[in-house]
């Protein structure tokens, strides 16, 4: 094998190359006042920073977040409709704590109960939804946890659609990140209604909880939570330039207190990384010597989109280290893996992937192939161990 090596400032500017740093002076992540808290970029999972990130905590309200990702999912494959009505039972009316106010016996729309869910926090609404859609709440918060698998959270269980206190109900910040960010991702149009600062329902008028969205611009969810047991937390997302990020932050003392340290989290993440996309799939970024076949050259690239998130002023610092074989034989489809790429920042490997072939290579005629077989008999490209 024959190692090739590629620095990314050469692959992009041109300039001359660069050498890797050893380290990378970054100021310490905020001391926040809470149990536990995350930040993470949405759109690579990158950490930025993390405190008992992993520790399982009453989620309150938060759970919310995934009885609307329910909704959307049953949406998505079909099953139900926003202009759906749906029957208000005894059992959603009574439903203690946080409101939409909801009537018993009456009929309220899909799209009314989910803005009941996001913008009003409606414990209700989360009920009335989960008994359309399972047949009974218990039934509702196993799809909760089938969805929770789905997704990669690991250390979270759901036992009602609205976060009211249950000891066997708990998630982690890591987990609720990791639903906020499948959200985002998988469902924009419903994570548009988190933005929303109130909602009117049966003529009573009642504000987001995230009062973040009032403070910073770049603010547009997600959603508070509050209970004795799980104090006052907040997931929150922003972007900025094209960078998102998300913070949840758990166990606070006040609803003051999860809107300073949500955004402490978030001016740290913004003042100290940067997000760019590095490659584009299609773009050949080496061209390798192939033998049997119609053409003499093979141009490898990467299948898909390179998005990394490092820390702010070290781009021209990111080593890229491709590794192919010294020459292919035909004959290649297009999107064959050929070889590796790595890309490294002070001495640390923060993206490992695949190479392809960017283009299909078929067999030559035998005279052909006989001329390469010779050749490469006689003279055979060097090959590193």
């Known amino acids: 094998m024959r190692r090739i090596g590629l620095v990314l400032a050469a692959l992009i500017f041109n300039p001359a190359l660069v050498g890797a740093v050893s380290s990378i002076p970054l100021l310490p992540p905020p001391n926040l006042q809470a149990s536990s808290y995350l930040l993470i ?22 759970t919310k977040i995934m009885t609307g990702y329910v909704v959307a999912e049953e949406m998505r494959r079909g099953r139900l409709g926003p202009e759906e009505n749906v029957q208000i039972s005894v059992k ?32 209700d609404a989360s009920v009335a939804l989960a008994e359309h859609i399972a047949g009974s709440e218990d039934q509702f918060a196993d799809l909760m946890n089938q969805q929770a698998k789905l997704l990669g959270m690991q250390d979270t269980e759901f036992r009602n659609a609205t976060g009211l206190p249950d000891e066997q109900h708990y998630s982690t910040a890591w987990d609720l990140a990791l639903l906020t960010r499948g959200l985002i991702q998988n469902h924009p149009q419903q994570y548009a209604l988190y933005s929303e600062k109130s909602y009117t329902f049966n003529n ?16 547009d969810g997600v959603k508070t ?11 929150a997302s922003a972007e900025r330039n094209g960078m998102r990020l998300i913070s949840v932050v758990l166990g606070t003392d006040s609803d003051e207190a999860r809107m300073r340290e949500s955004q402490k989290l978030l001016s740290y993440g913004f003042r100290n990384y940067e997000t760019r996309a590095l490659y584009q799939p299609g773009t050949a970024l080496q061209e390798q010597p192939i033998y049997y076949g119609d053409v003499e050259s093979l141009p ?7 998005v990394l998130t490092f820390p702010k002023g070290y781009y021209k610092d ?5 590794t192919v074989p010294a020459y292919f034989e035909a004959p290649v489809q297009r999107g064959d893996a050929m070889g590796t790429i790595e890309l490294s920042l002070a001495d640390e490997v923060i993206y490992s992937g695949s190479v392809v ?6 067999e030559a005629g035998l005279l052909s192939r006989f001329g390469d077989y010779i050749y490469l008999m006689f003279d055979q490209p060097d090959a590193d161990e």
């Open 92 to 123: 959603a009316w009574r439903t203690g704590g946080s409101k939409m106010f909801i009537r018993e016996g009456t009929q309220v729309q899909v799209a009314d109960l989910l803005k009941g869910v996001i913008i009003q926090s409606g414990n």
């Open 318 to 322: 990111i080593q890229a280290s491709i």
């Open 357 to 362: 072939a960017l283009a299909a290579v078929e």
């Open 41 to 62: 970029d949405a759109n690579t999972n990158r950490v930025l920073a993390k405190h008992n990130a992993r520790e399982r905590n009453a989620p309150a309200s938060l």
């Open 225 to 235: 939570g509050f209970t004795n047991a799980a104090g006052y937390c907040l997931v």
């Open 204 to 219: 009573i008028e009642q504000p987001n909880r995230n009062r973040l969205l009032w403070r910073d611009r770049s603010v």
């Open 300 to 306: 490898l690239g990467v299948a898909e989109e390179v």
